[in-house]
């Protein structure tokens, strides 16, 4: 027990330090010792740049760790590290194995710090060979762009002429120029505490107007001598006001402020006042939308209203001309009765025709004086339904009950949506647990595996198991010849003392004949075994003859397929 503590304690060891050098598969739980102590060497020989020839495999038979151990120790013996046996690997000596595993670590932490050192100067020689330091360039551009972008920009231009002005009044307009205020502090003053608000008001004020003096261009400063004095003292009673406001009022401010802001979100009305302002703007919109149609149909309907009196006009002169027109054909008819010539019926002829040409130009413009009028009672009906405030109102509460009837059924989609979602999830599911063909490829390769690993793992054991069977019977022929010499001996000495000499032979004769018959059962046993094997030969044989027909008949298939390739081309 103290040996199997010693060898664990050493293991656990060789497990810690093949972890620390980063063969982190020495943690995996359900890998045997084997398998982590000769793959973390050999893990170890390839990280320490060293060309080994090691076909590792995981759960190898015991010919196969022997072969694994005899490839570790020939690489090794190249490394010229500590001797490590192929059997002391085998057997797990940890005690052998453990100097091994330190002198691979200590060599593959070398070769990381050597890597590592010619990663670094690689690096440094680039960055020296493509890269330059210029910080002073760079400082030097810095503090030009700086300077070119905080320049200060002229934002006003004072009318008039500088040379009648008081050298102070002439330094505040170039201030105020420049988007500057002087102040004049000289004034003194203290603000009242009641005055506070209007202070911060003012100081608003005067801050946006900078802000939009500012977001123009340069422009004119019309201003006088007093104006820009009373500016400046405004600007300074502003700024003395925000001065001597003081942190506790503004702190009493700000938490006034956050109490009612939280009242209010607390108890709804912030919500309320909320909806209620989207609303009227919402209403504000759709009724500036509504008076500019008003607008659009009334100057169209004006537009309508002239091209109709225009119209009427028009018809009015084309009945006057068709009047005089009538009367003129009954003139001529008269005339042509008296005359009947034949210049007469010719021109008789022709006022017929403009005749029918203006009776059909006025039925024309009947017709459009009739579609006009239409339109015209059309657009006076919406004006006068635009123009009713209750329609309107009954309009916006159709539009809501449509919204509101549209959210519901937006929601029951949407419920509908999910059910129809979580169905699709379950189904998604139910086809994922079904197997799909890769992945049955998969299994079925798998269980190939599986099969081929249990089939090997039985035939070992069979060969154990044979192997059992016959060191067993030989141990019980060794056992019978030892009682059988025994019992000799015993008799023998018997025989020498008295008379038993009839019955030493006779026992003799007897265990002779029971080994003949154990023999003849051994020999018919053999015989069968034989015959079994001769038969399954046979089989074999005739197996691997129909093997190489059927590969003799693939390659002459191919061959002639080839052929037949070669032939269907050369016709085509």
């Not at 700086?146 to 002005?165: D, E, F, I, N, Q």
């Not at 000289?186 to 005055?195: A, K, Y």
């Not at 059962?521 to 001769?534: F, G, P, S, W």
Request: proline share 2%; charged share 30%; net charge negative.
């Amino acid at each position: 027990m103290a040996m199997m503590g010693e060898a664990l304690a050493r293991y656990e060891e060789i497990c810690q330090l093949l972890v620390a050098a980063g063969y982190f598969r020495a943690r995996i739980p359900m890998l045997s010792p084997f398998d982590k102590v000769a793959g973390g060497i050999a893990w170890c020989m390839t990280a320490a740049s060293v060309d080994i020839d090691v076909d590792f495999q995981e759960n190898a038979t015991i010919g196969q760790k022997i072969k694994i151990g005899e490839g570790i120790e020939r690489t090794l013996k190249g490394m010229k590290a500590p001797p490590l046996q192929a059997h002391q690997l085998q057997g797990l000596d940890f005690d052998a194995i453990y100097p091994v595993v330190q002198w691979l670590v200590k060599a593959v932490y070398g070769i990381r710090d050597e890597i590592g050192d010619a990663m670094r100067r690689l690096s440094l020689s680039q960055f020296d060979r493509y890269c330059a330091e210029n910080v002073a360039d760079d400082s030097r551009l810095t503090a030009q762009g700086t300077h070119t972008r905080y320049a200060p920009a002229r934002r006003y231009r004072l009318k008039g002429s500088v040379r009648s002005m008081a050298p102070p009044v002439h330094a505040t307009h170039v201030l105020l120029e420049y988007g500057m205020q002087a102040l004049n502090l000289s004034d003194g003053g203290t603000p009242q505490p009641g005055s506070t608000a209007k202070a911060i008001d003012a100081s608003h004020s005067s801050l946006g107007r900078e802000a939009a003096a500012s977001a123009g261009e340069e422009g004119e400063l019309p201003w006088s001598d007093a104006a820009a004095s009373e500016d400046a003292e405004l600007s300074q009673s502003q700024i003395i006001a925000l001065v001597s406001l003081g942190a506790a009022d503004i702190h009493e401010a700000a938490l006034r402020f956050a109490q009612q802001s939280e009242s209010l979100m607390s108890s709804g009305e912030m919500a309320g006042v909320y909806k209620a302002r989207s609303e009227r703007e919402a209403i504000e919109r759709r009724l500036q939308y509504e008076m500019g149609q008003l607008d659009l149909e009334r100057s169209h309907a004006e537009k309508v209203r002239k091209a109709n009196a225009a119209m009427e006009a028009e018809i009015a002169n084309l009945n006057a001309a068709e009047l005089k027109q009538r009367e003129l054909q009954q003139q001529l008819v008269a005339d042509a009765d008296e005359n009947a010539g034949g210049e007469h019926a010719a021109r008789l002829v022709e006022l017929e025709k403009l005749v029918k040409l203006s009776a059909d130009l006025t039925d024309e413009a009947k017709k459009t004086l009739g579609a006009h009028q239409s339109e015209k009672e059309r657009k006076e009906q919406q004006l006068q339904q635009m123009a009713s405030p209750g329609e309107e109102f009954e309009n916006v509460e159709e539009i809501e009950r449509l919204y509101e009837s549209e959210l519901d059924k937006s929601r029951r989609m949407k419920r509908l949506v999910g059910q129809k979602g979580r169905s699709i999830a379950l189904l998604q599911r139910k086809l994922d647990d079904v197997p799909n063909r890769a992945e049955l490829v998969q299994y079925e390769r798998r269980f190939r595996e599986l099969y081929h690993q249990v089939a090997s793992k039985l035939e070992e054991t069979k060969k154990y198991f044979n192997l059992y069977n016959t060191l067993e019977e030989r141990k019980g022929f060794l056992l019978k010849e030892i009682s059988l010499i025994n019992s000799i001996h015993e008799n023998f000495c018997k025989m020498a003392i008295g008379g038993g000499r009839e019955k030493l032979v006779s026992s003799i004769e007897g265990i002779i004949t029971s080994v003949k018959q154990n023999l003849i059962k051994v020999n018919t046993r053999l015989e069968e075994e034989v015959h079994h094997r001769d038969g399954l030969q046979a089989s074999y044989d005739r197996l691997v003859e129909k093997e190489r027909r059927y590969y003799k008949l693939v390659r002459e298939f191919q061959a002639e397929a080839m052929k037949n390739e070669q032939l269907v081309g050369s016709q085509g």
